[in-house]
């Protein structure tokens, strides 16, 4: 699902025919551009925060929705009510993170060029 990003406004102009539409497209462009959706830009920033909201324990009943009811069948049993969050991965990704946080870093260096 990529999205259209435009082009990129031309720069090469004079100073006088650099507008204030001028600067406002490259602003807009750059807002398309920058944003967190954008798939071509930032493919995993969505998907990071989603993960950060897991890990906090937030659960976002949209995503569960499309997950368990993609066809959006409007019926009693496909109601989805509150769902609680257990965070049974947390102790684990804790105890990697504290196993790589012991861990020295061991500093080398490689030489690709000898002169």
């Known amino acids: 699902m990529a999205t259209n990003l435009g082009t990129f406004p031309i720069q090469q102009l004079s100073y006088k025919a650099k507008t204030k539409a001028w600067r406002k497209s ?3 462009w750059a807002d398309k551009v920058a944003s967190i ?3 071509l830009v930032r493919k995993s920033v969505g998907d990071k925060i989603i993960n950060y909201d897991l ?3 937030v659960l976002n009943l949209d995503d569960v ?3 368990l009811n993609p066809e959006n069948i409007k ?3 496909t109601q989805i009510g509150d ?3 257990f965070p049974i991965l947390n102790s ?3 105890l990697l993170l504290g196993e790589e946080l012991k861990r020295p870093y061991n500093w080398h260096v490689t ?3 000898p002169e």
């Open 111 to 113: 030489i690709t060029n």
């Open 92 to 94: 684990k990704i804790n």
């Open 83 to 85: 769902i609680q969050h």
């Open 37 to 39: 959706a954008n798939e």
């Open 75 to 77: 019926a009693q049993y």
């Open 26 to 28: 490259h602003v807009e």
């Open 65 to 67: 929705r499309i997950v």
């Open 55 to 57: 890990m906090n324990g």
